[in-house]
């Protein structure tokens, strides 16, 4: 990992928050406001019947590309309507790190906070993947909770640390010297948005990571799959979050909602 890559993704990030500043002001909370009303009624629709509904993002600087030198931008977004849920009920299960094991299976293996301070969070996570043979990583991030109004929040989560586990699972086993790895994931940052309207919640998440820069010659073999793993691990993680939701306050204070029918919606 060069510094031109990391300082690559930091310009990225930079441009893309000042985006969900903007956002912001003009009242465009959740990335579907920002659609035409025949688009948005479209996918509010398909929400409400339970389907996810992901995007692929390109942020641009004065609409142009941002270069990355040896590296390349992964940059999602996801959301889903929880019928009858409530603002408090969603951030007890995002707030729940220790359970992020339980709740993330197979993608998360191990949790736990390590640290809370109010709003702000460290955390640990052990990473799992096998779309690109078994890839674990052992992570770490800081969070930042922010209360807009009673009907909003959001969440920042930037990795502090990724380490490649080599021989996981074996006597051998040991992290690979941080950035020189293979590169599947060097960053990950996340942006968690909340808010509680129309009977329910809906949730969205923000996700952009960088890994190394796929050869030219395995490209054909390597991008789909590129395509396909973030999209599967968006879906995976809301309809999780949401079965989550609706399992833990059903055991609680009784059924939020019957479980809608789970699916993506490209």
Do not use: C
Request: glycine content about 4%; hydrophobic content about 35%; aromatic content about 10%.
């Amino acid at each position: 990992m060069k510094s031109a890559t990391v300082a690559a993704f930091d310009r990225y990030i930079r441009v893309t928050e000042a985006r969900m500043d903007d956002d912001l002001r003009e009242d465009h909370f959740l990335f579907i406001d920002r659609l035409p009303d025949n688009r948005r009624r479209e996918i509010d629709a398909q929400l409400r019947e339970g389907k996810v509904n992901i995007q692929q993002l390109h942020t641009l600087e004065e609409g142009r590309a941002i270069p990355f030198p040896g590296g390349m931008i992964h940059h999602w977004v996801g959301v889903i309507f929880i019928p009858n849920a409530i603002l408090p009920q969603a951030r007890a299960v995002l707030d729940d790190y220790d359970k992020y094991e339980t709740y993330y299976k197979p993608d998360i293996r191990r949790s736990k906070l390590l640290e809370r301070n109010r709003n702000e969070s460290r955390i640990y996570l052990q990473l799992y993947n096998k779309s690109l043979g078994t890839v674990v990583l052992n992570a770490t991030f800081d969070i930042d909770y922010t209360q807009f109004a009673s009907a909003r929040a959001q969440t920042k989560s930037y990795s502090t640390r990724i380490a490649e586990v080599a021989n996981q699972g074996k006597p051998e086993e040991h992290e690979l010297p941080v950035g020189m790895d293979h590169g599947y994931m060097w960053r990950l940052y996340s942006y968690w948005r909340i808010e509680e309207k129309s009977g329910g919640v809906y949730l969205q998440v923000e996700v952009i990571a960088l890994s190394r820069r796929v050869p030219p010659i395995l490209a054909w073999l390597i991008n789909p799959l590129i395509e396909n793993i973030p999209r599967s691990t968006i879906s995976n993680l809301l309809n999780n979050t949401r079965r989550a939701i609706i399992e833990r306050n059903a055991a609680t204070v009784g059924p939020v909602a019957s479980s809608p029918p789970l699916g993506s919606h490209p």
